[in-house]
Structure formats: structure tokens, C-alpha cells
T-cell receptor, first 112, second 118 residues
Framework: AQSVTQLGSHVSVSEGALVLLRCNYS??????LFWYVQYPNQGLQLLLK??????LVKGINGFEAEFKKSETSFHLTKPSAHMSDAAEYFC??????????FGTGTKLQVIP | DADVTQTPRNRITKTGKRIMLECSQT?????MYWYRQDPGLGLRLIYY???????NKGEISDGYSVSRQAQAKFSLSLESAIPNQTALYFC?????????????????FGPGTRLTVL
């Protein structure tokens, strides 16, 4: 079985501060890992994905994530938060031929 | 035009009514999914279909049924709606891992249907 755990259902940062959203996973096969973002009243859209090509993955809007196998983590970071980053972020896992498993989401609040 | 469309976008209905939510895609993907989103619970998988002849239950299929009418169409039905089915419903599509172009099962989501059952 595979699982995804997102630590912190709500995260608040000041505008310009570092954004760090945590994701840990469990998978019996080499995983594909994803971060999706959901803006208010919209569907989810892909932010970035890890496909084993490189452990540091860069995504849209200045976000990046690092795959750490030893820590079974795939944390999402952005050096400087912007007001437009306020949204809900979902970590997800796909392993082999299993369906995708999503975390419970982290709502990011950016304080002016 | 959007690659994954859902109709209706909003629906208010009464307990006991039959409701159908429809999803269409132009991405040419074989895999389609229905998810339900509730605050604090993230996305939970209701049903999924890996091709037209393949339908599978997800983690919360009770009270729901689906129909895969074609590769591009996947409908979700609530046979007798109840208030705890009030939620945001998303359709998604994907290509299976290893398919052409190096697919990684990336999910492409529709805009969602907000369903309220009174």
C-alpha cells in the first residue's frame, strides 16, 4: 500500500518569507511524486513532479521540491512568498500501476 | 477550450433525488477518475476507470455509481442523494505510467462541481 502524509493543514507565512510545505510518503516501489495547487473556486493544477530524472525538481511560479529517498520526503519550497501563492497545496504519489494517492492538503496563507 | 469539462458546475438538490454529474475530456487519455473533496479530508477517490471496459471502486464508492460511455466521457450518479454527499466533486484524467511520451500518471482535473444536498 502507498500513502502520503502532509504535515500541517494550515501554514501561514509573511509576504517575502520562505515557504516550506512538508510531504512524506510511503511506497513499496519507486514513486512518482507530485505537488498540485488549488486556487479558490478552481480545480487542481500540477505545480511540479518528480519522475526520477533529478532529485531537485523545479516547478511553476518559483516553487521547487527535493526528493529525499532516505527521508521518504518531498517537501515543497519557495524562497519568497507572494500574495498570489495563497492556495491549497496537495502532495500526491503514484507508484507502479496503482492509482494516485493524495495527501489531505495544506492551506497556505500569506500575510502582507 | 478546457481539456476536462464538468457539468453542472453547481447543483442544489433534495434528499432522495437522483443526480448525475458529467465529465468530458479532449486529452485522449484512457484513465478517468471521480474524486470528492471535503474540507480537511483532501481528495478521496470514488471510482476510476482505466479504459472503457474497466470500472473500479475507489475508497468511498458506497452511494455512487458510474458509467464510462466512451473514452472521453465518464459520468457519476448519486442514486438517492443524502446530505452527507454535499461536497465538491472533481473529475480527472491521466495517461498510465510508461505510456508514450514518458507519462507519469499526472492527473488533469476539471473545474469541479459543487453539489449541495438539502
Amino acid at each position: 500500500a502507498q500513502s502520503v502524509t502532509q504535515l500541517g493543514s494550515h501554514v501561514s507565512v509573511s509576504e517575502g518569507a520562505l515557504v516550506l510545505l512538508r510531504c512524506n510518503y510511503s511506497s513499496s516501489v519507486p514513486p512518482y511524486l507530485f505537488w498540485y495547487v488549488q486556487y479558490p473556486n478552481q480545480g487542481l493544477q500540477l505545480l511540479l513532479k518528480y519522475t526520477s530524472a533529478a532529485t531537485l525538481v523545479k516547478g511553476i511560479n518559483g516553487f521547487e521540491a527535493e526528493f529525499k529517498k532516505s527521508e521518504t520526503s518531498f517537501h515543497l519550497t519557495k524562497p519568497s512568498a507572494h500574495m498570489s501563492d495563497a492556495a491549497e497545496y496537495f502532495c500526491a504519489l503514484s507508484g507502479g500501476y496503482q492509482k494516485v494517492t493524495f495527501g489531505t492538503g495544506t492551506k497556505l496563507q500569506v500575510i502582507p | 477550450d478546457a481539456d476536462v469539462t464538468q457539468t453542472p458546475r453547481n447543483r442544489i438538490t433534495k434528499t432522495g433525488k437522483r443526480i448525475m454529474l458529467e465529465c468530458s475530456q479532449t486529452k485522449g487519455h484512457d484513465r478517468m477518475y471521480w474524486y470528492r473533496q471535503d474540507p480537511g479530508l483532501g481528495l478521496r477517490l470514488i471510482y476510476y476507470s482505466f479504459d472503457v471496459k474497466d470500472i473500479n471502486k475507489g475508497e468511498i464508492s458506497d452511494g455512487y455509481s458510474v458509467s464510462r460511455q466512451a473514452q472521453a466521457k465518464f459520468s457519476l450518479s448519486l442514486e438517492s442523494a443524502i446530505p452527507n454527499q454535499t461536497a465538491l466533486y472533481f473529475c480527472a484524467t491521466s495517461d498510465p505510467p510508461g505510456s508514450s511520451g514518458g507519462s507519469t500518471d499526472t492527473q488533469y482535473f476539471g473545474p469541479g462541481t459543487r453539489l449541495t444536498v438539502l
